[in-house]
C-alpha cells in the first residue's frame, strides 16, 4: 500500500493486443510509474478473455493467465506497477464484446455475485505474488443504476433515497464489493484494492455511499469526461460540436463548463472522503480525457490535471497509445490518422504509428516528468 502514500501518475492501457516491452518502455520513459491495464480486446482462448464465458464462470483460462503473465512481465522491466482492471465480470460483459448491448445481468441475480467472487478469488491466487501488481481494480465503470431507476447525475439527496431501497438488492455496488474483497482476502492479505465509484465511475457517484467500505486497504476512483457531450466521440460527428470551453448539455441542463466548473464538479468525490475519513492518497482519478481532435482537448486536460495536481490525487490518462481507437490518443496529435492504421486493425496487425511528443500531449507529458 505504500506505493499509493504518495501522489502517482500513469496512464490507461485498452489495446486490443497484448502491449510488447517497447510500449511499456515508452510509458515509463514519459515518467509513468504505473498503468491501468485492461486485457479484454485481447484474443481470448474461448468466449471471454481469462473468465472463459462471462455467461458462466467455470475457472480461469489457462491460456489467457498464461499471457497476462507475460504482459505483466514486461511492464515490470520497464519499472511500471500495473492495477489489472476489468472489463467484464461473470454477468456483466463489456458492452463492445456483447454486441454493443449493456449487460445487466451482475445488477438482476446475485448469482452473478459468487461467479464474479470465485473470479477475483482465482485470479488473486495467481497474481498475488507478481511484483508488478500494485491493486486489483475489481471492475471497469460499473452501473447498476442504469437500469435500476436512478438519473445519471441525480442531486445528491436523489441518489441517497434510491440507494435506500437499492440496498440490500443486487443493484447494491458496495455489498457487491465487500463480497469480492472478502473472496480477495481469502487468497491475498496485502494487496491494495480498487473499487470504481457506480454509473460508469462518475465523479458525483460515491455521493449516495453512507460509508467506505471496511476493508483498510481500498483505493476509491472515479473517471473524469465531464461534460461528456463535448469530450466525447459523439461530440466530433455534430454539424456544430459543443466547445469546451463553452455552454455545454449537464444533468438535463445547458452550463457553462470551463475551469472553475471542472473543479467544483470535481470537488463533490473529495468532499465525499473527506465526509468518511478517507485520506486523500486513497483518491484516483482512474480515467479523464477528451478527442484529440475536439480544440479545446488542450485546455481540457490542462484544466481537469490543475484541479487534480493541486489535490495531489494518483490520476491515470486515458490513454496510452491504443491501436484500436486512435479518439484519445494524443501522441497523435490533431490530424486525422493515415488509412494504414484502419488497415492494421482489419488484419489483426501491429499498429504502423509512430507516435511523438505533441501539443496536444504536452499538459499531461509536462506531468509526467521523467527520472
Not at 70 to 92: C, E, N, W, Y
Not at 124 to 137: F, G, M, T
Not at 209 to 223: E, F, G, I, K, N
Not at 230 to 257: C, D, E, H, I
Request: proline share 7%.
Amino acid at each position: 500500500m505504500s506505493f499509493w502514500n504518495t501522489p502517482r501518475h500513469g496512464g490507461n492501457s485498452f489495446n486490443r493486443l497484448a502491449p510488447d516491452q517497447a510500449y511499456f518502455n515508452a510509458l515509463r520513459a514519459y515518467g509513468a510509474t504505473w498503468v491501468r491495464l485492461s486485457y479484454d480486446k485481447w484474443q481470448p482462448a474461448q468466449r471471454d478473455f481469462l473468465l472463459g464465458s462471462a455467461d458462466d464462470y467455470q475457472g480461469l483460462a489457462a491460456t489467457d493467465l498464461v499471457q497476462l503473465r507475460a504482459v505483466l512481465d514486461r511492464a515490470h522491466r520497464a519499472g511500471l506497477k500495473v492495477v489489472i482492471a476489468p472489463l467484464s465480470l461473470p454477468g456483466m460483459r463489456w458492452s463492445q464484446n456483447n454486441q454493443g448491448q449493456f449487460d445487466d445481468r451482475l445488477w438482476q441475480d446475485k448469482r452473478y455475485w459468487s461467479q464474479a467472487a470465485a473470479f477475483w478469488r482465482d485470479l488473486a491466487r495467481e497474481l498475488k505474488d507478481h511484483p508488478a501488481i500494485a491493486a486489483y481494480n475489481l471492475i471497469n465503470e460499473p452501473a447498476p443504476e442504469k437500469q435500476g431507476g436512478l438519473a445519471e447525475h441525480a442531486a445528491p439527496e436523489q441518489m441517497k433515497r434510491w440507494y435506500a431501497q437499492a440496498q440490500g438488492s443486487a443493484r447494491d455496488l458496495p455489498a457487491l464489493y465487500e463480497q469480492l474483497v472478502a473472496a480477495i482476502r481469502e487468497q491475498d492479505p496485502d494487496t491494495p484494492i480498487m473499487v470504481d465509484a457506480g454509473w460508469y465511475a462518475a465523479a458525483d457517484a460515491f455521493g449516495y455511499w453512507p460509508a467506505p467500505l471496511t476493508d483498510s486497504r481500498v483505493l476509491y476512483s472515479v473517471h473524469m469526461y465531464e461534460p461528456y457531450s463535448a469530450t466525447s466521440a459523439p461530440n466530433m460527428t455534430r454539424k456544430q460540436p459543443f466547445a469546451y470551453p463553452g455552454p455545454v448539455p449537464f444533468a438535463g441542463l445547458t452550463q457553462q463548463w470551463d475551469g472553475q466548473r471542472v473543479q467544483q464538479y470535481l470537488q463533490q468525490p473529495l468532499a465525499w472522503s473527506e465526509a468518511m475519513h478517507v485520506p486523500r492518497s486513497r483518491l484516483v482519478v482512474g480515467e479523464f480525457g477528451c478527442m484529440r481532435r475536439l480544440p479545446g482537448c488542450q485546455r481540457y486536460l490542462e484544466d481537469v490535471l490543475t484541479v487534480l495536481d493541486s489535490k495531489q490525487l494518483h490520476w491515470a490518462f486515458y490513454s496510452f497509445r491504443e491501436d484500436s481507437w486512435d479518439g484519445m490518443d494524443y501522441e497523435l496529435g490533431s490530424a486525422k490518422v493515415p488509412w494504414r492504421y484502419w488497415q492494421a486493425i482489419d488484419q489483426g496487425a501491429r499498429d504502423p504509428l509512430a507516435r511523438k511528443a505533441t501539443a496536444e500531449f504536452e499538459p499531461i507529458s509536462k506531468r509526467l516528468k521523467p527520472e
